[in-house]
């Protein structure tokens, strides 16, 4: 008998703003207590935009910073509180137990840029949504346990 995929995976063309509004929207309509979220990609990939969709559709009103100095930023929502890493100045993975991913996910959700620099700290059942830059707008590949499948009805 063969095993049956159980992973999810997903290719979404963000050819502009609007599309990538649109993808940040469907991930907080799934976005829940616990949950990590791997945002990958080179420089410029469009990391932080998808950071601010996902907390623009969460409800935050403020402006969102990329948290490169600070490394990390919280934000009380009304469903639930959402932390913004920024790894890329970590030296070594080590680090990130000084800057709380653990407590964070305890108490709500992470989105994380750079999630290569935090090596095997991630949590094995994040959603990792990997940026690349195209001719036309940037690309998103997504992949995850499969109760991100949810995403494709949010």
């Known amino acids: 008998m063969a095993q049956q995929d159980t992973r999810f995976q997903a290719v979404y063309v963000l050819p502009d703003l609007e599309a990538t509004k649109a993808l940040g929207a469907r991930i907080a309509a799934v976005l829940a207590p616990g949950d990590a979220v791997a945002l990958a990609g080179d420089l410029g990939a469009g990391?932080?935009?998808l950071a601010r969709a996902i907390l623009a559709s969460l409800g935050v009103r403020e402006a969102v910073p990329s948290p490169t100095f600070t490394l990390v930023q919280s934000y009380e929502t009304p469903r639930l509180t959402v932390s913004h890493y920024d790894l890329y100045r970590l030296k070594s993975e080590r680090e990130l137990d000084e800057l709380g991913l653990e407590d964070a996910l305890d108490l709500g959700a992470a989105l994380i840029e750079w999630p290569e620099r935090?090596?095997?700290?991630?949590?094995p059942e994040r959603l990792t949504v990997q940026l690349y830059a195209a001719t036309e707008g940037r690309r998103a590949d997504l992949s995850g346990p499969s109760r991100w499948r949810e995403l494709a009805h949010a």
């Open 47 to 49: 990391k932080t935009t």
């Open 118 to 123: 935090a090596g095997k700290r991630l949590p």
